[in-house]
């Protein structure tokens, strides 16, 4: 079942526009780095590439949003998504199809137990990735599906961290509102030079 933000009082859509709407006011540079939305087409493709249905949240946002101009450092703005930069609809499929390939060739070589839905499966969807490489992704699975989890390369599992994006952006919200620690990744909001949003270890 997708868990999404729809379950609460918010819309996603409705979500997004309240966290784009205080970027604007509190770090406009931010704001700045959102590219427009994917076309219809661009969403078709990718969905024709990963061979099944995108959640619906992650469609909306790549509607909304496809992507944020690529960094060229860790200086520069982008990185508001819990250190994370949204990657656009040709970033998705690339990574999503990396994962599948680990998942097959685990599979194919024997050793699936320490790789198939532990640091890779083909029904991941990464979103977001960090300046180190790290992702974070939606969960297809149908036991998981919605589930927002956090892939790093140098960790035998990912972690688990919200059940559906809209959950998580209500979270960021109102972590940042209130410029308050995010329990569920250890991390509080932070706004660099009044231009960037970034995440600290709290």
Same mark, same amino acid.
């Given at each position: ?12 859509? #409705? ?26 087409? #661009? ?44 990657? #656009?609809? #040709? ?13 097959e060739d685990a599979?194919?070589?024997g050793y699936e ?90």
């Amino acid at each position: 079942m997708d868990q999404s933000a729809s379950e609460g009082a918010f819309r996603f859509e #409705d979500l997004w526009k309240r966290f784009e709407d205080w970027l604007m006011r509190n770090a406009s540079e931010e704001r700045v780095a959102l590219r427009p939305g994917a076309s219809d087409a #661009d969403i078709h493709r990718l969905e024709a590439g990963i061979g099944f249905q995108l959640n619906g949240d992650l469609k909306a946002l790549l509607s909304m949003h496809n992507g944020v101009a690529p960094r060229r450092s860790s200086m520069e703005a982008g990185a508001f998504l819990l250190g994370y930069s949204l990657l #656009d609809t #040709d970033g998705i499929l690339e990574w999503q199809q990396n994962l599948a390939e680990m998942a097959e060739d685990a599979e194919e070589e024997g050793y699936e137990e320490e790789v198939v839905g532990r640091t890779a499966h083909r029904q991941w969807v990464p979103f977001a990735q960090s300046f180190s490489g790290d992702l974070l992704f939606i969960d297809h699975r149908r036991e998981h599906y919605g589930d927002v989890g956090e892939i790093s390369f140098g960790s035998p599992d990912y972690v688990w961290l919200w059940p559906g994006m809209g959950l998580m952006l209500g979270d960021m919200c109102k972590a940042v509102e209130g410029m308050s620690p995010l329990p569920t990744v250890r991390r509080r909001p932070s706004i660099h030079e009044g231009r960037m949003l970034e995440w600290v270890v709290s």
